[in-house]
């Protein structure tokens, strides 16, 4: 079946570095493919989306380009912040519907 | 325009008890979802609902679950009895409809801890 794998975290970075968190997914078709973030103690939000191949989704900074060539939607920004904090997760719609979560990859931002 | 509302906020309940959330949609959304999200792993779909009709419980442990949305507004989820792995946060949604172009809205979610 469809799935999504994510870089296993935490990820520990100081503030303005560079970060990556990589995503890979297996699915039948071409899924719609997202990045959701969750602060603590919070509900999912969706951060930025793509919906077909090449597209780049991209909000607040961050950025991730749907490469159906490698089955990858990594996440980027140049440089994060405190309040980047968060537990990140990668997720695909499959053809019958339905969100397939990564098990997410929680991100601490250093001062 | 306000967002899903859920409560409680927080629940601790000892094994077999029974327990229940409620959910509240954002104004006008047709499809409500249930997930779980267990600690160190992402959401898992429980429950869709378009409207009041069921889409998707392929994954709802029916044995103990059960979920309504009798009106086709807001929802509740039970869990009777519950056991020690039903411990997690549960999650509600909702989106305008179906599709894959609408995005699901989250509520901040139910943490439930199983003693």
């Known amino acids: 079946g469809d799935s999504v794998t994510q870089m296993e975290g935490p990820v520990t970075l100081s503030e303005e570095a560079f970060l990556t968190i990589n995503c890979t997914y297996t699915?039948?078709?071409?899924?719609?493919l997202f990045w959701y973030v969750q602060y603590p103690g919070e509900g999912l939000q969706l951060l930025l989306k793509?919906?077909?191949?090449?597209d780049k989704g991209s909000n607040k900074g961050f950025e991730a380009t749907y490469r159906k060539e490698t089955t990858s939607f990594h996440l980027e920004k140049g440089s994060v912040q405190v309040s980047d904090s968060a537990v990140y997760f990668c997720?695909?719609?499959?053809?019958?519907?339905?969100?397939?979560f990564g098990k997410g990859t929680r991100l601490h931002i250093l001062p | 325009e306000a967002g899903v509302a859920q409560s409680p906020r927080y629940k601790i309940i000892e094994k077999r008890q029974s327990v229940a959330f409620w959910c509240n949609p954002i104004s006008g959304h047709a499809t409500l979802y249930w997930y779980q999200q267990i600690l160190g792993q992402g959401p898992k779909l429980l429950i869709q609902f378009q409207n009041n009709g069921v889409v998707d419980d392929s994954q709802l442990p029916k044995d103990r679950f059960s979920a309504e949305r009798l009106k086709g507004v807001d929802s509740t989820l039970k869990i009777q009895p519950a056991k020690l792995e039903d411990s997690a946060v549960y999650l509600c949604a909702s989106s305008r409809r179906q599709g894959a172009n609408q995005p699901q809205h989250f509520g901040d979610g139910t943490r439930l801890s199983i003693l």
């Open positions: 699915a039948t078709g071409y899924p719609s």
């Open positions: 793509a919906t077909k191949a090449d």
């Open positions: 997720a695909l719609r499959s053809r019958d519907d339905k969100i397939i």
